[in-house]
């Protein structure tokens, strides 16, 4: 059974820098699409960034466009959520996400079928 395992989450001041992996273990997946989402206690869940695994394309929540960038390794199929000019909005517990059905991938909860267990990002002065 695959699963998937974020790491890199940590506590920054604000304007910091973090970077999350997300990695598959466990066996064979081939997503078509891998993203990232983040929740905060008593709140929805909300999708920050994907990608789609052969063509790049990627998708980016209004609130982290131009500060966080998505990327993947394709050979290990890893992911990575770079994020700078980290805000105290950012904090939450961040999630990736992966599917393999074909069509376009975009941020929705939805869409995805395999979820890591989450990792935590604090940002605080």
């Known amino acids: 059974q695959v699963n998937l395992m974020e790491s890199g989450g940590g506590s920054v001041q604000p304007g910091g820098s973090l970077r999350l992996s997300c990695a598959p273990s466990?066996?064979?997946?081939?997503?078509?699409?891998m993203a990232w989402f983040r929740q905060v206690p008593g709140a929805r869940r909300e999708g920050v960034a994907a990608?789609?695994?052969?063509?790049?394309?990627?998708y980016y929540a209004d609130s982290v466009e131009g500060r966080f960038t998505v990327s993947q390794d394709k050979a290990s199929l890893t992911m990575y959520l770079q994020m700078n000019g980290l805000e105290p909005e950012d904090t939450g517990m961040y999630y990736c996400?992966?599917?393999?059905?074909?069509?376009?991938?975009?941020?929705?909860?939805?869409?995805?079928?395999?979820w890591g267990q989450g990792t935590q990002v604090t940002v605080s002065s």
């Open positions: 990608v789609s695994t052969a063509g790049g394309i990627t």
């Open positions: 996400a992966v599917d393999r059905r074909y069509g376009p991938c975009g941020i929705l909860a939805s869409r995805y079928t395999l």
């Open positions: 466990g066996g064979t997946y081939r997503p078509t699409c």
